[in-house]
T-cell receptor
Framework: NAGVTQTPKFRVLKTGQSMTLLCAQDMNHEYMYWYRQDPGMGLRLIHY???????AKGEVPDGYNVSRLKKQNFLLGLESAAPSQTSVYFC??????????????FGPGTRLTVT | GENVEQHPSTLSVQEGDSAVIKCTYSDSASNYFPWYKQELGKRPQLIIDIRSNVGEKKDQRIAVTLNKTAKHFSLHITETQPEDSAVYFC?????????????FGQGTTLQVKP
């Protein structure tokens, strides 16, 4: 049982390049989230999904797109990377509320640098 | 939308002392308040949480208190140990609760000096 995994662990992009971050969970969780973590700003929610085929905007969605085509995977895309998107990105998941508590399980993070 | 403020941003204590971290939230309808610990280079992990119908919850050396009237909640760590050194995040879950989404505070870096 791997829990929540993220690919890649590190990436360096040039301004204007695109990339996709993959989050996968093997816990059959319904809910998945993408956060970015910047010094002094905590964890800010980018997008989230409450089930396969659904997505919704979080606090800081601009410049990012997401897709949840399979229940176990949640993809975060950057179409045209900007230096302001340099950050550590965390994915998280949790089961439907009430069936196991409300704990969000985090992946190990992806460190992205945009030059 | 919900806003969570966390203080202090850094906290240094001697081993064995207590540490208190405070958070305030803006949406009175928020009903779930977890605390996450993040060690250097690691992922955040839940250490304790409290729901809005409870005033206090304790788990060994850590406790959380909630004051719904004042819209603030606090993390208390007693008998601190060097392994408690980490960044701590509070969070609040605003409505609608069926999204499960959390709004996090800015984080507190706790240093426990041996």
């Amino acid at each position: 049982n791997a829990g929540v995994t993220q690919t890649p662990k590190f990436r360096v992009l040039k301004t204007g390049q695109s990339m996709t971050l993959l989050c996968a969970q093997d816990m059959n969780h319904e809910y998945m989230y993408w956060y970015r973590q910047d010094p002094g700003m905590g964890l800010r929610l980018i997008h989230y999904s409450v089930g396969e085929g659904t997505t919704a905007k979080g606090e800081v969605p601009d410049g990012y797109n997401v897709s949840r085509l399979k229940k176990q995977n949640f993809l975060l895309g950057l179409e045209s990377a900007a230096p302001s998107q340099t950050s550590v990105y965390f994915c998280a998941s949790h089961p439907v509320s009430g069936t196991g508590g409300y704990e969000q399980y985090f992946g190990p993070g992806t460190r992205l640098t945009v030059t | 939308g919900e806003n969570v403020e966390q203080h202090p941003s850094t906290l240094s204590v001697q081993e064995g002392d207590s540490a208190v971290i405070k958070c305030t939230y803006s949406d009175s309808a928020s009903n779930y308040f977890p605390w996450y610990k993040q060690e250097l280079g690691k992922r955040p992990q839940l250490i304790i949480d409290i729901r809005s119908n409870v005033g206090e919850k304790k788990d060994q050396r850590i406790a959380v208190t909630l004051n719904k009237t004042a819209k603030h909640f606090s993390l208390h760590i007693t008998e601190t140990q060097p392994e408690d050194s980490a960044v701590y995040f509070c969070a609040a879950r605003p409505p609608p609760s069926n999204t499960g989404k959390l709004i996090f505070g800015q984080g507190t870096t706790l240093q426990v000096k041996p």
